[in-house]
Nanobody, 116 residues
Framework: QVKFVESGGGSAQPGGSLRLSCVAS????????ISWYRQAPGKERELVAT???????YLKDSVKDRFSISGDNAKNTVYLQMNNLKSEDTAVYYC??????????RGQGTQVTVSP
């Protein structure tokens, strides 16, 4: 069973940037689809961005001009670059997905806190 380890979170001021990483525990064979989700306290989880073997397939409207998702196959890693952070981006961020041989399970997530 392949699991992700998320990292890169932390504290940032509004307008700041963070780059999150999501590393798989094993090789992810094509085809695959990997998504970043986030969940704030007391709120439902949100789909933030999705990357597939053939490219970016989804970016949440509220982050389209600020976030980008990319991948490095050689490192089994997917990144979420977050720019111009806002307080409403505060949440735990994590990855989930599917690949050729089944599910890609989330890890513990990484906390992002945006405050002045």
């Amino acid at each position: 069973q392949v699991k992700f380890v998320e990292s890169g979170g932390g504290s940032a001021q509004p307008g700041g940037s963070l780059r999150l990483s999501c590393v798989a525990s094993a090789t992810i064979f094509n085809p695959w689809e990997i998504s970043w989700y986030r969940q704030a306290p007391g709120k439902e989880r949100e789909l933030v961005a999705t990357l597939t073997t053939v490219g970016v397939s989804y970016l949440k409207d509220s982050v389209k001009d600020r976030f980008s998702i990319s991948g490095d196959n050689a490192k089994n890693t997917v990144y979420l670059q977050m720019n111009n952070l806002k307080s409403e981006d505060t949440a735990v961020y994590y990855c989930e997905g599917n690949y050729r041989y089944g599910r890609l399970d989330r890890g513990q997530g990484t906390q992002v806190t945006v405050s002045p």
